[in-house]
């Protein structure tokens, strides 16, 4: 499977890493044409806002809202779960997202740079070691969205069809746990 990360801002290059180590061919996401041949998409984590200006001037943003509206599996990690909400409170002005997840999230929930932390969670069944980086959490969820992780009584990983996300920075462990579940029961056709 050829997995395209968004190389725009954030830390992709972690996440083109954890691709790899999963045995899948992952490639950075710059241009319609890379965007276009890819079968899968991870949004990293990184600054929201930015992410989405800089799609906006790559032209990126429209095509990618399409794609994921046509139901390219995607996983958003921290930004990424914010640029894949429906809705965020305590956004800039006129923040847009891709969207796709029926979910309300709150930006920088957690707190401040400063606030960031490293956690104990429990995911898909398996404990599992979580960092949260000025992280968002869901306020409210769809009835079409399954929570998959809890952290101080909010949801922290949650999936909906083919799009997967965490607050969280799995990218930034050793562990492969997420990336696994997104390619293994998110990616696979049905």
Known sequence: MKVGVLALQGDFREHILATTQCG?????????????????????????????????????????????????????????????????????????TFGGLDITVRRNAFGRQVDSFESEIEFNGKKMNAVFIRAPWVEQSGPGVQVLAEAAGHAVAVREGKILATSFHPELTSNLEIHRYFFDEMCKPR
């Open 24 to 96: 899948h061919e992952a490639i950075e996401v710059r241009r319609l044409s890379e965007l276009e041949s890819v079968d899968a998409l991870i949004l990293p984590g990184g600054e929201s806002t930015t992410i989405v200006h800089l799609a906006k001037t790559f032209e990126l943003f429209n095509p990618i809202r399409k794609r994921i509206g046509d139901g390219l599996p995607v996983y958003g990690s921290c930004a990424g779960m914010i640029l894949l909400a429906e809705r965020i409170l305590d956004g800039a002005k006129g923040q847009e």
